[in-house]
């Protein structure tokens, strides 16, 4: 004999609402950014493009740029170096050297370090060139150990 199911509250999946047009939680919206965002990311892009020529970007879109290594240095592939990205709250301002070379960790101003997300990562909200140009010291600083270590 089926045994009897309880009466359940019938609604849209998550999945379901994806599929149905809905945004999920996260999902990045124009709409949603302060407009001093666009400025901010552009300065920051900025910031990371100024050593393109020996870097690559693999994502060059107007909410996120993305920058490997040239060189098939990981795993037979070219190696990620960094990305700025524009969310809902904050741009972000992603340094993979901070990572790779944690001794890169003790050249981070503490006006910096009040900006950091976890290991790599920094967000912004609004303009601050004093810490931009740290942050491009940083990023130069990041190249000079890749290249040291023969990952470029």
Do not use: I
Request: net charge positive; with cysteine; proline share 5%.
């Amino acid at each position: 004999m089926p045994r009897k199911r309880s009466a359940k509250k019938v609604g849209v999946k998550p999945k379901a609402k994806r599929l149905l047009g809905a945004k999920p939680k996260g999902s990045l919206r124009a709409d949603v950014a302060p407009a001093n965002f666009r400025a901010v990311f552009e300065r920051l892009k900025k910031v990371m493009s100024e050593f393109e020529p020996e870097l690559r970007a693999t994502a060059d879109e107007s909410r996120k740029y993305y920058v490997v290594t040239k060189s098939k240095s990981w795993r037979g592939g070219p190696m990620f170096f960094g990305a700025v990205m524009a969310g809902k709250a904050y741009v972000s301002y992603h340094l993979f050297p901070l990572y790779a070379c944690p001794e890169m960790g003790s050249m981070v101003s503490s006006n910096l370090k009040k900006r950091m997300q976890g290991k790599s990562c920094f967000n912004f909200r609004t303009l601050d060139e004093a810490l931009f140009a740290e942050l491009s010291g940083l990023t130069k600083a990041g190249v000079e150990k890749y290249r040291a270590k023969n990952w470029l």
